[in-house]
């Protein structure tokens, strides 16, 4: 069933969600697929479509996967650079990043318990990614990456675009098995979610960050 969602309210309410991520629901891959089905319409440069999917369900897989995962989440959350340490000197913005501090904690912790994981790849050929200009690149991916979360939005579905697991980017790739020449550009947890109270996000004014005909 596809929720009667608006466009706006489509792309304003699509949330990265962690802790809400329902851990005991199976998630039927058919679904999967209509929301992959989808993110093919979007762009890629040259029209390559080079993109592939990987969707892990296999128990053991999850739980390796998360483990990497755990690991990498841990680096990060003792790091300058964690979520919940930022903005410590604005009280209002710091009680936030610490809530978010604190569902990447949850999701970490809980990864292989997540019904459904899907790795978006490109080929990339032998020669492996470019020393210089990456965006046309990854441009040919993300997009598509990002469709697949509204389409799961848009199926009362949740996710949550991660890339912490790529620190161990070779061994999750032995372990499913990618070809070389096979990039990974992200990990999506999809499951069902419990609560749909969705709503946009606080952001900084357009105006703080728009900048017209120059800086």
Known sequence: MVLPLTPDELLTTTRTVRKRLDL????????????????????????????????????????AIADYY???????AASPAFAGAQHADD????????RIGDSGWHLARHLGEVPVLVLPCLRVGSRGLPAGNQADIWGSL??????YCLAARARGLGTAWTTLHL????????????????????L????????????????????????????
Do not use: K
């Open 24 to 63: 005991t629901r199976p998630v039927p891959l058919e679904m999967v697929r209509e929301c992959l089905t989808i993110a093919q319409q979007a762009p890629s440069g040259s029209n390559r479509q080079h993109w592939e999917w990987i969707v892990v369900t296999d128990a053991a897989r999850r739980a």
């Open 70 to 76: 755990r690991q990498a989440w841990e680096a990060y």
């Open 91 to 98: 009280p209002a913005r710091a009680a936030g990043q610490r």
């Open 142 to 147: 993300l997009p598509a990456a990002w469709s």
């Open 167 to 186: 620190e161990h980017e070779r061994a999750v790739a032995d372990l499913l098995g990618l070809p070389a020449g096979i990039a990974q550009g992200g």
């Open 188 to 215: 999506i947890p999809t499951a069902y979610y419990t609560g749909d109270t969705f709503r946009p996000a606080a952001r900084e004014p357009l105006d703080t960050v728009l900048h017209l005909d120059r800086w």
